[in-house]
């Protein structure tokens, strides 16, 4: 009877010291399905697919293949077994080629010498079997993400893997790429391969799973078709109430210029070109403006710029009317709040307790610091209460909690939570739903609209096409360093900001007339190509 | 949280059985090295180590010998508490040895050429200790050099240039290697011992650097837990993006921290050579080992301050213990031999913490621990979803 599942985890459960990640799960994968895994962060998805490669053992249930039971103890069990996985940050070396890391481990060798011809014959036949197009020599460092990715699909295909985990693929690729993959996740399917899919993108599960087990704290909520059940009640299933899917908002109301940046431009760390070049925009009292992109188009170093953490090539920064092109990251604060793109790097000092980060931006303060420059303890966990209670911030024991030990949508919680509190007349938000859950963004959503209508405003820099539409006033949209665009989010679709962010498309830094003729020559090729 | 936690989960119970852990381990392998030299000795011999002072005849005898474990207990403490407190930051300040040597050069030419008196001598050799970890902070900082290899290699640089600044006529003694007595060459600049040596059948070697020092360290325990400044300094420690981004001068604080670790190791050559116990060796071609123990006593201490004064006075008293072991039967680098050995063992402290943590999440597996997530949600509406 258990025959036709691939792989099954049946009733795991793994503890960790004050927290249950996974209670009496149960996942079954069909031969030749695609399975998607929802969950809202911290829901125990990482850990479940972490026990299921080998990394934690469970202490509780059994996993099968094929309805044996088997053990996995490290990743190399669960390679012998068939099961890879394309992790959400590759594991690539980036100046090999695309076909050394393909064979990286499992390289065959004569007398120790490598025997490159038989896997690029191997690689070959398997791209075009697939549909996977890459260059096998290109260097890693060359190619676009979306060649990264299906680099990482190859290497499982090579190791002959049956079982393929995809943990949060869609994160980093644009929407063509996006509808590519989801291309690729078919054929698979349609040679017989088993796909565990994790995400929390609805509409991706919409197109291409054919089940769906939703996990919620760490508990076994249900497996469902994917087919009979909408996006509402997957929705539902995952945060355990209803969610409202679109942003209400009303009409912005934009007053007087907050910040006004002026031919920024920003050095790399990476090469020697510039990675923001030359850019120049407003952001009014009362409005959010979103910086939008593909990931790595100069939107960290733009940021870095603009908060002081970088020094500027040339340009100049005005907020509130004052200069601060010069301006210490301190006194930049006293106006503009940060929630930083990296949590674990810049927002958090995670060996820190939840009150001690609460207070980060405002430790100095004569509210929390007195005269002779001691602390002042009770006022700082007073106010982390406070601060917990008002955003929900959730955690283990309260202020004292070591920040390392709270959920990644609980960690970001307590960053906006500090940054929000905290005077300010600009908000800075990077990423701010990032890795969060359906219900969490929606919060967060709800905190940038609430800033904005306090007569904040808010920059808003995001990867993710639901949150650039739905979230902000006005779209820029950032490629290869340059602001390419100005779109309204009321006016433009998904396809034409996809365009501007690939870089095929511009409308502005080109003279009105000739923008016109270029824009509809860039859409005809466009139109060609897809036909 | 109300549950009756294992005394064994307690952070402070654990770094004290650690370092007792690591302290019997020690004696024990040092043990088993005195059996295998000599078995019919080996006993008596580890407890000479173990006892020190108490295998004096007199009790006279044994507190004038106690007196003189305090003595160097204190520069002893002074060092460990330089790399606690860097530690603590993030650095790992090796370079005590270096800013040691700073301080005695400094403290002990402004004694015997300037004739300044002690507590002039004692803030001299703060601030030369200051300097020569600022140049290991400012490498740091501004070049990312590790601060561990600037300061191996100031620890040599800084013994040579004491020798050569302290073998001048008005210093040294033209009869010896050593600089001149401060008994003779400026009784100003001995360290007051306010009726501390009679406690210690007259041990002129007993000052107020025994009490200075314990006072340091609660002094860094405050300013690292309590203050605004300790609260900076950590964080830089611990994440040096995350202070860069509160707008924190990160780069300005890791000098600060390895200059104020200076300043303590400077402090503890004050409070050994201008106590009158030793003078500096201007021939000595070793760096002096007190800062190197400084390492152990941190560890040993549970990287606390407070935990260092306890761990600061048992290495001290080991290291004096081994210095008694019977010549006849042990050669006489045994003393250093066995001391090292245990000092060596110090530092698996973190290890033994970590041992300890995992034997207890692995019998913890089976015991039920559901009080931190509260599931507040209505249940009941998510039931539609299962099928």
């Known amino acids: 009877?258990?025959?036709?599942?691939?792989?099954?985890?049946?009733?795991?459960?793994?503890?960790?010291?004050?927290?249950?990640?996974?209670?009496?799960?149960?996942?079954?994968?069909?031969?030749?399905?695609?399975?998607?895994?929802?969950?809202?962060?911290?829901?125990?998805?990482?850990?479940?697919?972490?026990?299921?490669?080998?990394?934690?053992?469970?202490?509780?249930?059994?996993?099968?293949?094929?309805g044996k039971e088997v053990m996995i103890n490290n990743p190399n069990d669960a390679n012998d077994l068939g099961i890879g996985m394309v992790h959400q940050h590759f594991k690539l070396v980036?100046?090999?080629?695309?076909?050394?890391?393909?064979?990286?481990?499992?390289?065959?060798?004569?007398?120790?010498?490598?025997?490159?011809?038989?896997?690029?014959a191997?690689?070959?036949?398997?791209?075009?079997?697939?549909?996977?197009?890459?260059?096998?020599?290109?260097?890693?460092?060359d190619i676009t993400v979306g060649m990264q990715q299906r680099t990482e699909i190859l290497k499982m295909l090579f190791r002959d893997n049956e079982i393929l985990i995809f943990d949060e693929p869609t994160a980093v690729l644009t929407p063509q790429e996006?509808?590519?993959?989801?291309?690729?996740?078919?054929?698979?399917?349609?040679?017989?391969?088993?796909?565990?899919?994790?995400?929390?993108?609805?509409?991706?599960?919409?197109?291409?799973?054919?089940?769906?087990?939703?996990?919620?704290?760490?508990k076994y909520i249900g497996t469902v078709d994917v087919a009979g059940t909408s996006k509402e009640e997957m929705s539902r299933m995952m945060v355990g109430r209803d969610v409202n899917?679109?942003?209400?908002?009303?009409?912005?109301?934009?007053?007087?210029?907050?910040?006004?940046?002026?031919?920024?431009?920003?050095?790399?760390?990476?090469?020697?070109?510039?990675?923001?070049?030359?850019?120049?925009?407003?952001?009014?009292?009362?409005?959010?403006?979103?910086?939008?992109?593909?990931?790595?188009?100069?939107?960290?170093?733009?940021?870095?710029?603009?908060t002081g953490m970088e020094p500027l090539v040339d340009g100049k920064i005005t907020l509130c009317g004052e200069d601060i092109t010069k301006s210490s990251i301190r006194q930049r604060s006293k106006?503009?709040?940060?929630?930083?793109?990296?949590?674990?790097?810049?927002?958090?000092?995670?060996?820190?307790?939840?009150?001690?980060?609460?207070?980060?931006?405002?430790?100095?303060?004569?509210e929390f610091t007195s005269k002779a420059g001691f602390l002042k303890r009770a006022e700082i966990r007073a106010y982390s209460e406070r601060l917990e209670k008002e955003f929900d911030v959730r955690s283990g024991q309260g202020p004292i909690t070591i920040a390392r030990a709270m959920s990644g949508g609980n960690q970001q919680k307590a960053i906006i939570a500090r940054e929000v509190d905290k005077?300010?007349?600009?908000?800075?938000?990077?990423?701010?739903?990032?890795?969060?859950?359906?219900?969490?963004?929606?919060?967060?959503?709800?905190?940038?609209?609430?800033?904005?209508?306090?007569?904040?405003?808010?920059?808003?820099?995001?990867?993710?096409?639901?949150e650039v539409m739905n979230v902000p006033d006005r779209i820029l949209v950032m490629y290869e360093g340059e602001i390419v665009g100005e779109l309204d989010p009321k006016k433009t679709t998904v396809e034409e900001l996809g365009l501007y962010m690939a870089g095929a498309?511009?409308?502005?830094?080109?003279?009105?007339?000739?923008?016109?003729?270029?824009?509809?020559?860039?859409?005809?090729?466009?139109?060609?190509e897809e036909a | 949280m109300k549950e009756k936690k294992s005394l064994l989960k307690n952070p402070s119970f654990q770094a004290i059985l650690t370092s007792l852990i690591c302290i019997v381990l020690g004696l024990f392998i040092g043990f088993i090295v005195l059996l295998l030299i000599n078995p019919a000795g080996a006993g008596e011999a580890i407890m000479t180590i173990l006892l020190n002072f108490f295998t004096r005849a007199s009790a006279a005898a044994q507190m004038k010998a106690l007196g003189n474990t305090l003595a160097k207990t204190a520069p002893l403490l002074m060092c460990a508490l330089s790399i606690c407190f860097c530690y603590k930051v993030g650095l790992f300040n090796i370079g005590a040895p270096g800013q040691y040597e700073a301080g005695a050069c400094i403290g002990l030419y402004a004694a015997l050429a300037w004739h300044c008196n002690w507590v002039i001598c004692l803030l001299l050799a703060a601030v030369a200790g200051a300097v020569v970890g600022a140049v290991s902070g400012a490498l740091k900082a501004y070049r990312n050099v590790n601060e561990v290899i600037s300061g191996i290699m100031l620890n040599w640089i800084m013994l040579y240039l004491t020798n050569m600044v302290l073998s001048g006529k008005k210093v040294k003694d033209p009869a010896s290697p050593y600089t001149i007595k401060l008994a003779s060459g400026n009784k100003g600049a001995l360290i007051p011992s306010a009726g501390l040596n009679k406690l210690f059948a007259n041990n002129t070697t007993v000052t107020i650097a025994i009490p200075l020092a314990i006072l340091f360290a609660v002094l860094i325990w405050m300013i690292l837990s309590k203050t605004k400044f300790g609260y900076e300094l950590r964080a830089t420690g611990f994440n040096k993006e995350a202070a860069k981004y509160a707008g924190m001068k990160e780069k300005q604080n890791i000098i600060i921290t390895l200059a104020i670790g200076g300043a303590l190791a400077g402090i503890g050559a004050a409070f050994l050579f201008l106590t009158g116990y030793q003078e500096w060796s201007t021939t000595q071609t070793s760096v002096p080992g007190m800062g190197f123990n400084g390492i152990a006593a941190t560890f040993l201490g549970g990287l606390h301050p407070i935990g260092t004064i306890f761990a600061s006075f048992f290495i001290q008293s080991i290291t004096d213990g081994g210095a008694l072991i019977n010549k006849s039967v042990y050669p006489s680098q045994i003393s250093d031999l066995i001391s090292s050995i245990i000092i060596y063992l110090c530092g698996f402290v973190l290890f033994f913490k970590f041992a300890i943590n995992n034997w207890i999440s692995k019998k913890d597996k089976g015991g039920p621990n559901v009080n931190d997530v509260p599931v507040k949600d209505d249940a009941a509406k998510a039931e539609g979803g299962e099928k």
């Open chain 1, 1 to 66: 009877m258990d025959a036709p599942y691939a792989i099954e985890m049946v009733n795991i459960t793994k503890r960790f010291p004050g927290i249950i990640a996974n209670d009496n799960i149960t996942l079954q994968l069909k031969r030749g399905e695609i399975h998607a895994l929802l969950g809202e962060n911290g829901a125990g998805k990482s850990t479940l697919m972490s026990v299921l490669f080998g990394l934690y053992q469970a202490e509780e249930g059994v996993i099968k293949k094929d």
């Open chain 1, 423 to 466: 005077d300010h007349k600009l908000l800075v938000a990077v990423q701010p739903t990032r890795g969060l859950d359906v219900g969490a963004i929606e919060g967060v959503h709800k905190q940038l609209i609430a800033e904005r209508d306090e007569g904040r405003a808010v920059l808003l820099i995001s990867l993710e096409l639901e």
């Open chain 1, 505 to 528: 498309k511009r409308n502005v830094n080109i003279d009105a007339n000739t923008a016109e003729i270029e824009e509809s020559e860039v859409i005809d090729t466009a139109r060609k």
């Open chain 1, 178 to 218: 996006i509808d590519e993959l989801m291309e690729i996740m078919k054929n698979l399917r349609a040679e017989g391969k088993s796909i565990l899919f994790i995400t929390h993108k609805l509409n991706e599960i919409k197109a291409v799973a054919d089940r769906v087990t939703v996990l919620r704290r760490g």
């Open chain 1, 245 to 306: 899917m679109v942003v209400d908002k009303t009409p912005a109301n934009p007053k007087d210029v907050i910040l006004k940046v002026e031919n920024m431009t920003v050095a790399s760390k990476m090469h020697s070109n510039n990675a923001v070049k030359n850019v120049s925009f407003e952001v009014h009292e009362g409005e959010i403006v979103c910086i939008a992109g593909i990931d790595g188009n100069g939107q960290t170093e733009f940021v870095y710029g603009l």
């Open chain 1, 335 to 366: 106006l503009m709040s940060h929630i930083p793109e990296d949590r674990h790097k810049h927002g958090l000092v995670l060996d820190y307790p939840l009150e001690y980060n609460m207070v980060l931006q405002r430790y100095y303060q004569p």
């Open chain 1, 122 to 141: 191997k690689v070959k036949a398997l791209s075009e079997k697939y549909g996977l197009q890459v260059d096998p020599d290109a260097k890693i460092e």
């Open chain 1, 94 to 120: 980036q100046c090999f080629t695309v076909l050394e890391n393909i064979i990286l481990g499992v390289e065959s060798t004569k007398n120790g010498i490598l025997q490159m011809d038989e896997a690029r």
